[in-house]
Protein backbone atom coordinates (compact mmCIF):
# COMPACT_ATOMS: atom_id res chain seq x y z
CA UNK A 1 0.00 0.00 0.00
CA UNK A 2 3.01 2.32 0.87
CA UNK A 3 4.83 1.58 -2.29
CA UNK A 4 1.36 2.03 -4.39
CA UNK A 5 1.67 5.62 -2.89
CA UNK A 6 5.02 6.61 -2.87
CA UNK A 7 5.14 5.21 -6.92
CA UNK A 8 1.92 7.62 -7.54
CA UNK A 9 3.29 10.70 -6.32
CA UNK A 10 6.77 10.20 -7.65
CA UNK A 11 4.80 9.97 -11.07
CA UNK A 12 2.85 13.00 -10.12
CA UNK A 13 6.30 14.71 -9.41
CA UNK A 14 7.94 13.82 -12.56
CA UNK A 15 4.64 14.49 -15.13
CA UNK A 16 5.15 18.37 -12.97
CA UNK A 17 9.14 17.94 -13.41
CA UNK A 18 9.84 15.93 -16.78
CA UNK A 19 13.87 17.01 -16.47
CA UNK A 20 13.42 14.34 -13.44
CA UNK A 21 15.15 11.27 -15.06
CA UNK A 22 15.30 7.58 -14.00
CA UNK A 23 17.56 7.51 -11.35
CA UNK A 24 16.88 11.13 -9.53
CA UNK A 25 12.91 9.53 -9.39
CA UNK A 26 14.65 6.68 -7.67
CA UNK A 27 16.11 8.24 -4.69
CA UNK A 28 12.38 10.37 -4.45
CA UNK A 29 10.42 7.20 -4.30
CA UNK A 30 12.73 6.27 -1.80
CA UNK A 31 12.63 9.25 -0.22
CA UNK A 32 8.87 9.29 0.22
CA UNK A 33 9.24 5.88 1.37
CA UNK A 34 11.10 6.89 4.37
CA UNK A 35 9.11 9.79 5.33
CA UNK A 36 5.33 8.13 4.81
CA UNK A 37 6.57 4.83 6.14
CA UNK A 38 8.07 6.18 9.65
CA UNK A 39 4.32 7.37 10.36
CA UNK A 40 3.05 3.29 10.51
CA UNK A 41 6.10 2.75 12.06
CA UNK A 42 6.09 4.82 14.93
CA UNK A 43 2.67 4.20 15.89
CA UNK A 44 3.20 0.10 15.85
CA UNK A 45 6.50 0.78 17.87
CA UNK A 46 4.54 2.93 20.35
CA UNK A 47 2.00 0.40 20.33
CA UNK A 48 4.41 -2.55 21.03
CA UNK A 49 5.80 0.13 23.72
CA UNK A 50 2.31 0.16 25.72
CA UNK A 51 1.84 -3.58 26.03
CA UNK A 52 5.60 -3.60 27.11
CA UNK A 53 4.35 -1.02 29.70
CA UNK A 54 6.83 1.31 28.95
CA UNK A 55 5.39 3.95 26.21
CA UNK A 56 6.40 7.10 27.60
CA UNK A 57 10.13 5.67 28.08
CA UNK A 58 10.59 4.36 24.24
CA UNK A 59 8.60 8.50 23.02
CA UNK A 60 11.41 9.73 25.36
CA UNK A 61 14.19 7.48 23.81
CA UNK A 62 12.97 8.10 19.92
CA UNK A 63 13.78 12.00 20.58
CA UNK A 64 16.79 11.04 22.89
CA UNK A 65 18.67 9.47 19.98
CA UNK A 66 16.94 11.15 16.72
CA UNK A 67 19.70 14.04 16.58
CA UNK A 68 22.92 10.94 16.78
CA UNK A 69 20.78 8.66 14.29
CA UNK A 70 20.09 11.95 12.17
CA UNK A 71 23.70 12.49 12.04
CA UNK A 72 25.53 9.27 12.18
CA UNK A 73 23.22 7.45 9.52
CA UNK A 74 22.54 3.88 9.74
CA UNK A 75 21.54 0.91 8.06
CA UNK A 76 17.59 0.88 6.48
CA UNK A 77 15.70 -2.41 5.94
CA UNK A 78 14.49 -3.12 2.83
CA UNK A 79 10.88 -4.63 3.92
CA UNK A 80 8.44 -2.30 6.16
CA UNK A 81 7.93 -5.63 8.51
CA UNK A 82 12.03 -5.72 8.81
CA UNK A 83 11.51 -1.86 9.15
CA UNK A 84 8.85 -1.90 11.88
CA UNK A 85 10.75 -4.74 13.79
CA UNK A 86 14.25 -2.66 14.00
CA UNK A 87 12.24 0.44 15.26
CA UNK A 88 10.27 -1.65 17.77
CA UNK A 89 14.02 -2.94 19.01
CA UNK A 90 15.65 0.72 18.10
CA UNK A 91 13.95 2.24 21.00
CA UNK A 92 12.11 0.33 23.02
CA UNK A 93 14.76 -2.16 23.75
CA UNK A 94 16.46 1.16 25.42
CA UNK A 95 13.16 2.00 27.15
CA UNK A 96 12.81 -1.30 28.72
CA UNK A 97 16.56 -1.49 30.11
CA UNK A 98 16.30 1.76 31.32
CA UNK A 99 13.22 1.10 33.52
CA UNK A 100 14.32 -2.54 34.48
CA UNK A 101 18.18 -2.40 34.82
CA UNK A 102 20.05 -0.95 37.59
CA UNK A 103 23.65 -0.31 37.12
CA UNK A 104 25.50 0.18 39.75
CA UNK A 105 28.10 3.44 39.47
CA UNK A 106 31.16 1.91 38.54
CA UNK A 107 29.84 -0.39 36.02
CA UNK A 108 27.41 2.66 34.77
CA UNK A 109 30.93 4.69 34.15
CA UNK A 110 32.87 1.96 32.55
CA UNK A 111 30.34 1.30 30.11
CA UNK A 112 29.73 4.63 29.17
CA UNK A 113 33.23 5.38 28.40
CA UNK A 114 33.18 1.76 26.36
CA UNK A 115 30.57 3.14 24.42
CA UNK A 116 32.37 6.50 23.75
CA UNK A 117 35.45 5.21 23.22
CA UNK A 118 33.38 2.46 20.45
CA UNK A 119 31.15 5.30 19.24
CA UNK A 120 34.28 7.86 18.39
CA UNK A 121 35.94 4.71 15.97
CA UNK A 122 32.83 3.14 14.36
CA UNK A 123 32.06 6.85 13.77
CA UNK A 124 35.19 7.83 12.33
CA UNK A 125 35.36 4.85 10.26
CA UNK A 126 31.57 4.95 9.11
CA UNK A 127 29.98 8.05 10.00
CA UNK A 128 28.03 9.38 8.21
CA UNK A 129 26.55 6.34 7.39
CA UNK A 130 24.52 6.43 4.04
CA UNK A 131 22.26 4.10 2.05
CA UNK A 132 23.03 3.19 -1.67
CA UNK A 133 19.27 4.90 -2.13
CA UNK A 134 20.62 8.00 -0.50
CA UNK A 135 24.09 8.75 -0.42
CA UNK A 136 25.78 11.37 1.07
CA UNK A 137 28.44 12.44 -1.21
CA UNK A 138 29.74 15.87 -0.74
CA UNK A 139 32.90 15.98 1.47
CA UNK A 140 31.91 19.05 2.68
CA UNK A 141 28.41 17.71 4.39
CA UNK A 142 29.79 14.49 5.56
CA UNK A 143 32.60 16.15 7.21
CA UNK A 144 29.98 17.97 9.16
CA UNK A 145 28.13 15.00 10.18
CA UNK A 146 30.81 13.49 10.93
CA UNK A 147 31.83 16.36 13.82
CA UNK A 148 28.39 16.38 14.53
CA UNK A 149 28.11 13.00 15.16
CA UNK A 150 31.35 12.84 17.65
CA UNK A 151 29.68 15.89 19.67
CA UNK A 152 26.66 14.92 20.09
CA UNK A 153 27.80 11.27 21.56
CA UNK A 154 29.95 13.31 23.65
CA UNK A 155 27.27 15.36 25.21
CA UNK A 156 24.58 12.45 25.31
CA UNK A 157 26.96 10.11 27.45
CA UNK A 158 28.65 13.10 29.72
CA UNK A 159 25.17 13.60 30.45
CA UNK A 160 24.64 9.81 31.04
CA UNK A 161 27.33 10.26 33.58
CA UNK A 162 26.23 13.12 35.93
CA UNK A 163 22.20 12.83 36.32
CA UNK A 164 21.21 10.82 38.87
CA UNK A 165 18.36 9.56 36.60
CA UNK A 166 19.32 5.97 36.39
CA UNK A 167 16.47 5.20 34.07
CA UNK A 168 17.05 8.52 31.66
CA UNK A 169 21.01 7.63 32.01
CA UNK A 170 20.15 3.71 30.73
CA UNK A 171 18.33 5.19 27.58
CA UNK A 172 21.18 7.25 26.74
CA UNK A 173 24.19 4.33 27.06
CA UNK A 174 22.11 1.28 25.19
CA UNK A 175 20.11 3.24 22.82
CA UNK A 176 23.50 5.27 21.63
CA UNK A 177 25.11 2.19 21.94
CA UNK A 178 22.66 0.47 19.69
CA UNK A 179 22.57 3.15 17.37
CA UNK A 180 26.22 3.48 16.86
CA UNK A 181 26.44 -0.81 16.35
CA UNK A 182 23.46 0.59 13.17
CA UNK A 183 26.40 2.18 11.23
CA UNK A 184 28.77 -0.40 11.87
CA UNK A 185 29.91 -2.43 8.42
CA UNK A 186 28.80 -5.70 10.42
CA UNK A 187 25.07 -4.20 10.72
CA UNK A 188 25.11 -3.60 7.25
CA UNK A 189 25.99 -7.22 6.39
CA UNK A 190 23.61 -8.23 7.99
CA UNK A 191 20.77 -6.14 6.42
CA UNK A 192 21.98 -6.49 3.24
CA UNK A 193 23.07 -2.43 2.92
CA UNK A 194 25.43 -0.85 1.07
CA UNK A 195 27.11 2.60 1.80
CA UNK A 196 26.39 4.60 -0.62
CA UNK A 197 29.36 6.80 -0.87
CA UNK A 198 31.32 3.65 -1.44
CA UNK A 199 29.15 2.34 -3.80
CA UNK A 200 29.05 5.75 -6.29
CA UNK A 201 32.93 6.58 -5.40
CA UNK A 202 34.08 3.48 -6.94
Not at 55 to 83: N, Q
Not at 179 to 184: A, D, F
Amino acid sequence: MIDKICLYLTNKIRKEMPEIDNERAEIINYGLQNIIGEIPKIFIMLGIAYLLGVFKLALISFFIMLPYRTFSGGFHLKTHIGCIIATSIMYCLPAFLGKYLILEKPIKLILILASWIFGIIMIKLYAPADTENVPILRKKERKQKQILSYITLTIALGIAAIINNNVMANIIIFGYLIQTCSITRFAYKITNNKYGYEVYNT
